[in-house]
C-alpha cells in the first residue's frame, strides 16, 4: 500500500498513538507533519523517525493557533488531504463530586471544541477539492459512559462522536469521509492522569500505540468510495460494557 502524493496532518502526533499512525503514514509514503502543544517533543520525535517529518506546535483550543497550523500545513505539505485529530487530555479528579468547574470547562475545551476547531479550519480546502479523510481518535469513553474515563472525559468524548458522525454525513456530498475510532485502554502518556497509578504489568496487557498503525494507514488506504464511519478496537480481555 502506498499513500505517495498524499498529505496527513496529526494533531498530538508528538506520543502514543498520534505518533505511531504518524510513523505508520510516513513510512506509507505520505507527506507528514505533527502537531502538539509541546514542540520540543515534536521536535524529538521527528528527529527519531526513520522518515522525514515536519513539526509545528499548536492550541487546539485557540482558534487562532489552529489556523496559523492550518496555513502552515498547506504551505508545508503541500495540502491537508488527511487529518488525524489525537489530541486529548484527562484530569485526576474525575468524579462529579471532585471535580471543579474549571477541570471541567478545559477538558471539554481541548478534547471537544478543539476537534470543532480543528475541522472548521481544514474543512473548507476539503470541500474545495471535493476530497479529504479526517479520522478522530476518540475513546470508548465516547460509546459507553463510564467511572474509570470520569465525568467530563466521557461528556467530551460524547461530543466528540456526535460531530464527527453529524459533520460526516453532512460531508459526504462533498466527498469528505470523517471516521470515528474509539480506542479501548491504551499505554500512552494519558495513563499518568488516572487517580491510582497504572501497574507495570497492567500497561503490558493493554493495547499499545503502535497496534494502530497499519490500521489507520488501511483506512487512509481505502478508495474514496469507502467509508469506515466508525471503528472500536480495545484490548481481548477488557469486557465492552
Known sequence: MSLSGKSALIVGGGTGIGLAIAEGLAAAG???????????????????????????????????????????????????????????????????????????????????TGGYNLMYTVLPQMRERKDGLIINISSISGKRASSLGGIAYCASKFAMTALGTAAGNEE????????????????????DQRPNPV??????RILQP?????LI????NLPARAHVPELIIKPSFQEYT
Open 210 to 214: 503502535e497496534d494502530f498503525r497499519e
Open 172 to 191: 459526504a456530498a462533498n466527498g469528505i469521509r470523517i471516521t470515528n475510532v474509539y480506542p479501548g485502554e491504551v499505554e500512552t502518556p494519558i495513563l
Open 30 to 112: 505520505a507527506t507528514v507533519g505533527i502537531a502538539g502543544r509541546r514542540f520540543e517533543v515534536l521536535e524529538k520525535a521527528a528527529e527519531a523517525s526513520s522518515d522525514e517529518i515536519h513539526c509545528h506546535s499548536v492550541d487546539v483550543s485557540d482558534r487562532e493557533s489552529v489556523t496559523a497550523l492550518i496555513n502552515w500545513a498547506d504551505k508545508t505539505l503541500g495540502k491537508v488531504d488527511i487529518l488525524v485529530n489525537a489530541a486529548g487530555i484527562n484530569i485526576k479528579k474525575r468524579s462529579m463530586a471532585e471535580m471543579v468547574p474549571e477541570e471541567w470547562d478545559k477538558v471539554m475545551l481541548i478534547n471537544a
Open 199 to 204: 501497574s507495570a504489568e497492567h500497561r503490558a
Open 217 to 220: 494507514v488501511s483506512i487512509c
